[in-house]
């Protein structure tokens, strides 16, 4: 396979299409390589070309399927490194299991603990994700976590949708530090929903809405939604108070059928997310708009393999990773 800039990239089998943009971004070939799924479940993955004494990224989110695409990557982490490959590097644009974040009730597993000891254990050198549920997350891994963010890609999007009168709104007080993070670089006020989850039923309740809103265009931000419920609620509640237009932007999608359902049937004139999950459930959904940052995840990959600096990936996206990152 000719790969003119040394870079190995291969997909776990929910990787595949967001490896493709990044490989397209790189000037690339996809790694040649082959997962099977048997009958009853099980799972086997082979590399089908050399990776010995290479550096490889291995392209995967935990997302809709979050267990059996947690022990893929662990699969392929050990086939790499029993292949001889100097490094495997994780890019996992979505980390679910990065919502057990903490033990806040009796007798409960930290599930983003114990898959970032599998993750090391299985032999990964290095982590790449973006906007990850709580950052201290990274403090789970002893190996480099390089945590990217998809606002600066999100907000170039809203701005070329040039809404007057629009505000911020965050979910609940949990978002809302990132939320003022949109609202400084989009240079918006800001008002903060406050909602109550009593169990683990993924539906909460709005009780209230801290800001102005009436007369105005809302944007609400959130990282994920899972059923829509968070979103759709607080959409009618910016409308019970007199909010005009309402968009909402996430940086993952895992809207389920019902999700998507609700969505359609909901104040939401549109929902701006990126393709760090690859999800068939919104791909008919007009009002669903998709922004690619492979091209972000790319250069990370790029930078990392040159031994350049990540680190002004946090702070300012280059104009040509804005500029390949276009909906789709």
């Known amino acids: 396979m000719s790969n003119q800039n040394?870079?190995?990239?291969?997909?776990?089998?929910?990787?595949?299409?967001?490896?493709?943009?990044?490989?397209?971004?790189?000037?690339?070939?996809?790694?040649?390589?082959?997962?099977i799924t048997f009958s009853e479940g099980n799972t086997y993955v082979k590399v089908e070309e050399t990776v010995r004494d290479k550096d490889v990224y291995l392209v995967q989110s935990i997302g809709l399927k979050p267990n059996d695409e947690f022990a893929e990557i662990l699969f392929w982490i050990d086939a790499f490194k029993r292949a001889s490959a100097n490094s495997v590097t994780v890019i996992m644009p979505y980390y679910s299991y990065a919502k057990g974040d903490k033990k806040d009730e009796p007798r409960v597993s930290?599930?983003?603990?114990?898959?970032?000891?599998?993750?090391?254990?299985?032999?990964?050198?290095?982590?790449?994700?973006?906007?990850?549920?709580s950052p201290q997350i990274q403090g789970f891994f002893?190996?480099?976590?390089?945590?990217?963010?998809?606002?600066?890609?999100l907000c170039e999007y809203i701005k070329s949708l040039q809404m007057d009168d629009l505000v911020v709104v965050a979910p609940d007080s949990g978002f809302a530090k990132e939320a003022r993070k949109f609202a400084r670089y989009l240079k918006l006020p800001v008002a903060i929903g406050d909602?109550?989850?009593?169990?683990?039923?993924?539906?909460?309740?709005i009780i209230e809405i801290v800001g102005e809103v009436k007369g105005k265009n809302a944007l609400i931000v959130d990282d994920f939604s899972i059923s829509g419920g968070t979103l759709v609620d607080l959409a009618i509640e910016l409308k019970n108070r007199g909010a005009k237009k309402i968009i909402a932007c996430l940086s993952h999608i895992l809207l389920n059928e019902k999700g998507v359902e609700k969505l359609e049937n909901s104040p939401i004139e549109m929902l701006i997310s990126t393709d760090s999950v690859n999800n068939p459930y919104v791909e008919s959904c007009d009002k669903v708009k998709l922004v690619s940052v492979a091209p972000l995840f790319a250069e990370t990959i790029r930078r990392i393999h040159n031994r350049q600096s990540v680190s002004p990936l946090f702070k300012e996206v280059p104009i040509e990773v804005l500029d390949s990152g276009s909906k789709y």
Not at 145 to 152: G, I, M, T
């Open 110 to 133: 930290i599930r983003g603990r114990v898959c970032a000891d599998c993750i090391e254990v299985a032999g990964a050198d290095r982590v790449v994700t973006m906007d990850l549920h």
């Open 142 to 153: 002893k190996k480099p976590v390089d945590h990217l963010f998809a606002l600066p890609i």
């Open 195 to 205: 909602k109550e989850r009593e169990d683990h039923s993924e539906n909460a309740k």
């Open 6 to 35: 040394g870079i190995k990239v291969f997909a776990g089998s929910s990787g595949r299409d967001f490896a493709i943009r990044i490989c397209d971004y790189l000037g690339s070939e996809l790694g040649q390589s082959k997962v």
